[in-house]
């Protein structure tokens, strides 16, 4: 497994932007897929965004498309999430993963087997 820390969240009005960075304590995490999901409170974590190891393939939950960009930096062992026109309907913790599965399906979690402590994105109406 892999160590992963995120940061970036913090608490915006309606329509604003932040940004989410993952950062890993391994290079080899340039070899995986990396994923980005979400957990509000009282209800299951779900998919947000994946990126493949180059970062040229980019999958999106219906919810956050054309909203949400996800992207990486191999140098430096970190993958990004920017949020733009968020709604208090993003309002969750955040988690980066790495995807250790080779499905079509990027939404299921057992595919990913190294997950960070989170970050708490909290967006006010």
């Known amino acids: 497994q892999v160590q992963l820390v995120e940061s970036g969240g913090g608490m915006v009005q309606a329509g604003g932007s932040l940004r989410l960075s993952c950062v890993a304590n391994r290079r080899t995490v340039g070899n995986y897929y990396m994923g980005w999901f979400r957990q509000a409170p009282g209800k299951d974590r779900y998919f947000v965004a994946a990126?493949?190891?180059?970062?040229?393939?980019?999958y999106y939950a219906d919810s956050v498309k054309g909203r949400f960009t996800i992207s990486r930096d191999n140098a430096v062992n970190t993958v990004f999430l920017q949020m733009n026109s968020l709604k208090p309907e993003d309002t969750a913790v955040y988690y980066c993963?790495?995807?250790?599965?080779?499905?079509?399906?990027?939404?299921?979690?057992?595919?990913?087997?190294?997950w960070g402590q989170g970050t708490q994105v909290t967006v006010s109406s």
């Open positions: 993963a790495r995807r250790i599965g080779s499905g079509s399906y990027f939404g299921s979690l057992r595919e990913y087997d190294s």
């Open positions: 990126i493949s190891q180059g970062g040229s393939l980019t």
